[in-house]
């Protein structure tokens, strides 16, 4: 079976910026687009020495910039036979015949930035996009014949009643996605978000948002294989679980992150240096660390935790074992979380060892 091996494409470009998002992402420097494109393909051209098995196109926006231009990007990346390859989508401006474009470079996979399907909700999250336009896209994405998608929700943002994620949640399967995100709002520092505490979500009321998207969503027929994420079998994300296994795998673009034997390292941050760097033939990383091999292994162990296979039962003490009882099930010599154990799944990973 051929090694996992992952490319990550930034677009950091976005027509506004959300009130929470801390990534690296610009509205005033769409003039770049052309440009940004470019080096993307050329430092793809130059660093990318075998077959990638997944491809993850995120941002930002990457459905802001030209259909064709991203597609020639992608196409510059070698890829195995039958590699994933995903990109992020705003509602708003999916059609037919920009996910024809995707398909036609090997796209074969989606991933759409729903967060709510309720308008007050998304106005309290500072997203801008119609929840009927999340029907319009799904439409599209059928048309095209795309072979998997994902729906991305977050809750927890200001104001949403438990109600209000309900319906979120019911007008999401009622789509019939195979495979949904959860993610529970974060404060990320230097975000407008950070700077209003009248804001910031409540944990009671996210573990009760949790349980109720596990309900639904397995009621279903999606299956919990990580702590925010469900799929139908074989419909999980190949990508993100490279990651969660700390596969090596290379990025491009504004401030994207590689990783490779332990070492990682993360370009410069604004699309001017990136475009700059590349054009010079000059290195875009901006710092790195290499992590020791026991900072490697207890980080290993915290990501496996979050999935469904959880990580071998002696990688907790016995006692511990008793202590987290509720929290954890050991299983065929395997530690995995319960339920309310994946509300904890940070506090329970400390007592890794």
Request: charged share 20%; aromatic share 4%; with cysteine.
């Given at each position: 079976m051929r090694e996992a091996f992952g490319?990550?494409?930034?677009?950091?470009?976005?027509?506004?910026?959300?009130d929470y998002c801390s990534f690296a992402t610009w509205t005033d420097r769409h003039h770049l687009q052309r440009d940004y494109l470019d080096a993307l393909h050329r430092d793809i051209g130059r660093s990318v020495d075998r077959p990638a098995?997944?491809?993850?196109?995120?941002?930002?926006?990457?459905?802001?910039?030209?259909?064709?231009?991203?597609?020639?990007?992608?196409?510059?990346?070698?890829?195995?036979?039958?590699?994933?390859?995903?990109?992020?989508?705003?509602?708003?401006?999916?059609?037919?015949?920009?996910?024809?474009?995707?398909?036609?470079?090997?796209?074969?996979?989606?991933?759409?930035?729903?967060?709510?399907?309720?308008?007050?909700?998304l106005a309290s999250l500072g997203r801008w996009h119609q929840p009927d336009n999340v029907e319009r896209a799904v439409e599209a994405i059928r048309a095209v014949g795309m072979p998997t998608w994902n729906l991305d929700l977050i809750y927890g943002g200001a104001g949403e009643t438990l109600a209000d994620w309900?319906?979120?949640?019911?007008?999401?399967?009622?789509?019939?996605?195979?495979?949904?995100?959860?993610y529970a709002l974060t404060v990320e520092a230097g975000t407008p978000l950070a700077a209003q505490p009248d804001r910031h979500p409540d944990d009671d009321d996210q573990a009760?948002?949790?349980?109720?998207?596990?309900?639904?969503?397995?009621?279903?027929?999606?299956?919990?294989?990580?702590?925010?994420?469900?799929?139908?079998?074989g419909h999980e994300s190949r990508h993100n679980r490279l990651y969660w296994?700390?596969?090596?795998?290379?990025?491009?673009?504004?401030?994207?992150?590689?990783?490779?034997?332990?070492r990682r390292w993360w370009n410069v941050r604004t699309p001017d240096r990136?475009?700059?760097?590349?054009?010079?033939?000059?290195?875009?990383?901006?710092?790195?660390?290499?992590?020791d091999d026991d900072?490697?292994?207890?980080?290993?162990?915290?990501l496996a935790l979050r999935m469904r296979e959880g990580v071998p039962a002696d990688a907790f003490?016995?006692?511990?074992?008793?202590?987290?009882?509720?929290?954890?099930?050991?299983?065929?010599?395997?530690?995995?979380?319960?339920?309310?154990?994946?509300?904890?799944?940070?506090?329970?990973?400390?007592?890794l060892r």
């Open positions: 490319v990550y494409v930034h677009i950091p470009f976005c027509a506004r910026r959300c098995t997944t491809v993850f196109v995120g941002g930002g926006t990457p459905t802001l910039v030209d259909p064709d231009g991203l597609a020639a990007v992608i196409r510059s990346i070698p890829v195995v036979d039958g590699a994933e390859v995903t990109v992020e989508c705003n509602p708003d401006d999916v059609t037919v015949e920009m996910l024809a474009t995707y398909r036609a470079a090997g796209v074969n996979r989606v991933s759409v930035g729903v967060q709510s399907m309720v308008p007050q909700v309900e319906r979120t949640l019911r007008r999401s399967v009622a789509l019939q996605p195979p495979h949904v995100s959860a009760d948002k949790y349980e109720l998207a596990d309900d639904v969503l397995t009621a279903a027929g999606l299956a919990n294989y990580e702590v925010s994420n469900w799929a139908r079998p296994l700390q596969a090596d795998y290379l990025g491009f673009g504004a401030a994207a992150h590689s990783h490779r034997t332990g990136y475009i700059a760097a590349v054009a010079a033939g000059e290195s875009t990383e901006a710092a790195g660390e290499t992590l900072t490697r292994r207890i980080e290993g162990l915290q003490d016995p006692a511990d074992l008793d202590r987290l009882d509720g929290l954890v099930e050991v299983r065929d010599g395997r530690a995995l979380l319960t339920r309310r154990g994946r509300l904890l799944a940070n506090e329970v990973s400390m007592h």
